[in-house]
């Protein structure tokens, strides 16, 4: 297809510590050269030529709300016209609805994604395991992705399965330039920091992270609040702080070697410095009580005991010189350091949070980033989208007219990845997905 990959593979979703258990057993966390835009070059290209000979056309613009269904087919769309928007990627585009249209075609693939933009649908399937749904969350997808298409397959006779299973980051910040509302970064941390919850208590094993994404969200769950902290010093926010997104990560996105090349020189690189001077979410401080009156200030109460956050402190620092550390984490970080990829850009040294020669405490607040949607549409092997009955039981068959592929179905199938998933594995649901409603649609369609 023409995808290249970034050499340095990632560790992400460590796991949670069992041989056998959740988490990749080797570095696997493939970054294309180009990040998203990368990913949609090769498809875009193939897309310009079939528009040039005139097989393909694309009408942008258009906000889908139902599906047209005629003796139980669904027979094309409609919805509204949005006003015409010469915005670039990366800012919000108007919203503003000047008429409405209507298409008609012999098939109707899905592919609007997942329903992460829309905080009150995640929350009316939040699934109990989870405890409650925070109050105050960020969004890591934007604002159209809002569940509309979800909704209108399922209104049309489609079946949305496994609802309560979603995928979401304990590691957000608040974008400090944001494209939509509620706009959340996600952190893709390195093994140092140290993560304590809103009350400064340690998090357990395997809430370490980078480790077990949904064993920490449902721990954070039961501490009564909505908020974590990751405490790190400037040397771990140099080596480990990388920020999820292509905006984020310009150098990967522009395929800009030398840009690259800085990312192991000391000092922060270029987004992460703008978050550590812009970010609400973020307070340095020179020593332990100076951090914790600020942690109090920023969240307006006083959760954080500064006594009970510097024991906690130096008892991790305390076995950063012991060799025969019991400290999970720390064992871990060793490990990570054997791993070549690790040790050059993504684990700082192992040093005392304390250590003078570390520059000082930096404090980051976590809030819960609502991302991605396991359940979905659920479809056959050629992308068919199944019947449903009111109740959500299944009718049989497939609704004719009506495919689904990419988050919107699940990744594939209608949950391909169970209740639980890998960090890096949903675009290969979405292209695998999206090639078999393609051939679902040839095969029907003949
Ligand atoms: C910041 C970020 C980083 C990510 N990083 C990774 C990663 O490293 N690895 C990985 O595997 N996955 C990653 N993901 C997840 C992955 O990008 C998504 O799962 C994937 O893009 C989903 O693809 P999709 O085509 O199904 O849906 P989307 O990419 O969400 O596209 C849906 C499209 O449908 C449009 N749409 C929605 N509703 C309507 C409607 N009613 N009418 C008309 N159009 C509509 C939307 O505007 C959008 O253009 C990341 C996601 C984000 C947001």
Redesign the pocket.
């Known amino acids: 297809m023409g995808h290249r990959i970034f050499p340095v593979v990632g560790w992400a979703e460590r796991g949670d510590g069992r041989a056998e258990g959740h988490g990749n057993s080797v570095p696997r ?1 493939h ?1 294309t050269w180009g990040t ?1 835009p990368g990913v949609l070059e090769p498809f875009l290209t193939r897309l310009a030529a079939h528009r040039g000979t005139g097989r393909i056309t694309l009408a942008t613009r ?4 139902e599906l047209l269904v005629e003796d139980g087919r669904v027979v094309g769309v409609r ?1 509204s016209l949005l006003a015409a928007d010469g915005t670039p990627r990366g800012v919000a585009s108007t919203r503003e609805v000047t008429g409405e249209f209507e298409e008609r075609a012999a098939a109707v693939v899905v ?4 329903i992460g933009g829309n905080a009150g649908l995640v929350r009316q399937v939040w699934p109990g395991d989870l405890g409650t749904m925070p109050e105050g969350v960020v969004h ?3 604002a ?3 569940g ?2 979800m909704l ?1 397959a399922e209104r049309a006779g489609g079946r949305w399965i496994h609802r309560e299973r979603m995928w979401h980051y304990t590691e957000g910040v608040r974008n400090w330039d944001p494209v939509w509302r509620g706009h959340g970064i ?1 952190i893709l941390p390195g093994p140092s920091s140290l993560w304590v919850d809103a009350r400064g208590r340690r998090l357990p094993a395997p809430a370490f992270p980078g480790f077990d994404t949904t064993a920490t969200l449902r721990h954070l769950r039961t501490t009564g609040h909505d908020h974590s902290w990751f405490v790190r010093t400037p040397a771990i926010i140099a080596k480990e702080f990388a920020l ?3 905006e984020q990560n310009p150098d990967l996105t522009g395929r800009d070697w030398g840009q690259v090349l800085g990312r192991v020189k000391p000092g922060a690189p270029g987004p992460v410095q703008a978050f550590l001077d812009l970010g609400e979410d973020f307070l340095q401080a020179g020593n332990v009580p100076e951090l914790a009156a600020s942690m109090n200030a920023l969240v307006g109460a006083s959760l954080i005991d500064a006594a009970e956050l510097g024991r906690v402190i130096r008892a991790r620092d305390a076995e950063i010189v012991n060799r025969f550390s019991k400290d999970a984490q720390l064992t871990a970080l060793r490990g990570a350091r054997q791993y070549l990829g690790d040790r050059l850009i993504r684990t700082a040294a192992p040093h005392r949070l304390l250590d003078p020669r570390a520059g000082g405490l930096i404090a980051v607040r976590l809030h819960v980033l609502l ?2 949607t396991l359940g979905g549409l659920e479809t056959d092997l050629g992308g068919r989208v199944q019947r449903g009955d009111a109740l959500g039981g299944s009718a049989g068959g497939a609704v004719p007219g009506l495919y689904a ?4 179905s699940g ?1 594939g199938g209608g949950g391909m990845h169970g209740h639980n998933a890998l ?6 649901g ?1 292209l695998f997905s999206g090639r078999q409603a393609a051939r679902g649609v040839l095969a029907d369609l003949g």
């Open positions: 966390f970054i998203g258009r906000a889908v709300e919805g592919t609007t994604g997942g890591g997808v934007p159209s992705v809002d509309a298409g209108a996600r999820s997104g292509s991302r991605k592929a990419g988050e919107v990744f960090e890096g594995t949903f675009l290969g979405c």
